[in-house]
């Protein structure tokens, strides 16, 4: 002990500074070696989900006018819409009001639709995923929820879909 007590004070503050400096650089050189493995094992994998991909998404490729013409036609606009309505009062929700904005451009066209609706939060979940499993054209823009209390048992819900479809000729 006398012999380490003697060592340090002949090193002296700065001493010891640089020795903790490099105990601490060898520390880092150790981590920095397992940080450059992991980064070359994580690149690897990388490599190859994207070589996996790559096969897949060259097997189907599908064209604009593929997509298209896999829309419903715009004489069945009316029935998806009173479809999606229909729904919401199969599963017990308020659909007080619905405003509608159609858009057409370049052989496709969008029914944006807005409908505020209220009922559990636990319907206005089922509601949306069946009205997304229902119809396949059928997308969710935005939803807004509102409670109007902490206690209160309901949601009021602003849902925001459209209904995309090809345009009439």
Same mark, same amino acid.
């Given at each position: ?39 070359? %094992? ?34 069945? %606009? ?31 066209? %969008? ?13 206005? %979940? ?44």
């Amino acid at each position: 002990m006398n012999r380490l007590a003697r060592v340090l004070r002949q090193l002296g503050a700065p001493g010891l500074a640089g020795v903790a400096a490099l105990l601490l650089a060898a520390g880092a050189l150790l981590l920095g070696q397992r940080w450059d493995a992991q980064a070359t %094992r994580l690149q690897a994998e990388a490599r190859e989900l994207r070589a996996k991909a790559r096969p897949a998404a060259a097997a189907a490729p599908v064209s604009v006018q593929q997509w298209q013409a896999a829309l419903p036609p715009a004489s069945q %606009r009316q029935q998806r819409l009173a479809d999606l309505l229909e729904l919401a009062i199969r599963l017990d929700l308020n659909a007080a009001r619905t405003e509608h904005r159609l858009a057409s451009t370049e052989g496709l066209e %969008r029914l944006r639709v807005t409908m505020p609706v209220t009922g559990p939060y636990a319907q206005v %979940r089922r509601y949306i995923a069946a009205a997304l499993a229902h119809d396949p054209a059928l997308s969710l823009d935005a939803v807004k929820l509102r409670r109007v209390s902490p206690m209160a048992t309901e949601v009021e819900a602003e849902l925001q879909w459209s209904l995309h479809g090809r345009a009439a000729p």
